[in-house]
């Protein structure tokens, strides 16, 4: 929540497009609370950071594999 508020005045000056995009982010970051917590040595916000690119990288990741799996249906004799 911390990591939100210091980062308001930016998200206010993103587009609406950005800042629903934005949203979903921390959104997907705050799944990794119980992580960020255990790792409560670290900076918080790198921390917020690293979850939230555990997130987007796990995304790339299922849309990768979708991509494949398409890939090999239109391939198949």
């Given at each position: 929540?911390?990591?939100?508020?210091?980062y308001?005045?930016?998200?206010?000056?993103l587009?609406?497009?950005?800042?629903?995009?934005l949203?979903?982010?921390?959104?997907?970051a705050?799944k990794?609370?119980?992580?960020?917590?255990?790792?409560?040595?670290?900076?918080?916000?790198?921390?917020?950071?690293?979850?939230?690119?555990?997130?987007?990288?796990?995304?790339?990741?299922?849309?990768?594999?979708?991509?494949?799996?398409?890939?090999?249906?239109?391939?198949?004799?």
């Amino acid at each position: 929540m911390q990591f939100r508020q210091d980062y308001a005045k930016f998200r206010r000056a993103l587009s609406k497009t950005d800042q629903r995009v934005l949203d979903e982010l921390f959104v997907d970051a705050n799944k990794h609370v119980a992580e960020a917590a255990y790792a409560s040595h670290a900076i918080p916000s790198e921390t917020f950071m690293l979850a939230m690119l555990l997130e987007m990288h796990r995304e790339v990741m299922r849309l990768r594999a979708q991509i494949e799996a398409l890939a090999d249906e239109t391939s198949s004799p």
